[in-house]
């Protein structure tokens, strides 16, 4: 089945700076990759998702790139605000009559004013 | 649109008691899933509704959970007897894939944490 790996699990960058998270996974058969952000005690937040027919897609200060050959995508935050600290989480779907997502580890974001 | 709702947002219960945790998915998402969280680790999934069927549960850890979703609407989610290791956040997410259409975002619930004394 699929597995992803996320690093890294923590990240403090000063107000202002790029932040990038990256994830690996290891069926190349997966078609959709997802980003949740998840501020603490609430809801994990669907913040931009990539489909395996695209290398890249943009909102606004955030950015998703995926590598279908290398089999890793990463997210970029531009610009970090305090308001983005929260914990990240990549996921794939698995590429099966399912809708199960693999998601990584969660990387713990804390931008410093 | 009202988001996926989920009841209780918390639960404490004693070792081998019982507990039933509810989601009410988006209205139309035919797709529901369960996942849990344990402290400090990934989401991992645990099953997946398409209307009334389990599509897929091969993320259930033993067969002390039960899940249902009889009329295709709301899911229940049942512990019973309650082990220390099930404690958690227990999330539920919707979507609605359209014939053709793949891939739809799933929308997550704000979880059930459940603590097992």
Known sequence: GENVEQHPSTLSVQEGDSAVIKCTYSDSASNYFPWYKQELGKRPQLIIDIRSNVGEKKDQRIAVTLNKTAKHFSLHITETQPEDSAVYFCAAKEASNTGKLIFGQGTTLQVKP | ?117
Not at chain 2, 5 to 20: A, C, D, L, M
Not at chain 2, 38 to 52: C, N, P, Q, Y
């Open chain 2, 1 to 117: 649109e009202a988001g996926v709702t989920q009841f209780p947002s918390h639960s404490v219960i004693e070792k081998g008691q019982t507990v039933t945790l509810r989601c009410d998915p988006i209205s139309g998402h035919d797709n529901l899933y369960w996942y849990r969280r344990v402290m400090g680790k990934e989401i991992k999934f645990l099953l997946h509704f398409v209307k009334e069927s389990k599509q897929d549960e091969s993320g259930m850890p033993n067969n002390r959970f039960l899940a249902e979703r009889t009329g295709g609407t709301y899911s229940t989610l049942k512990v019973q007897p309650a082990e220390l290791e099930d404690s958690g956040v227990y999330f539920c997410a919707s979507s609605q894939d359209w014939a053709g259409v793949e891939n739809q975002p799933q929308h997550f619930g704000d979880g059930t944490r459940l603590s097992i004394l």
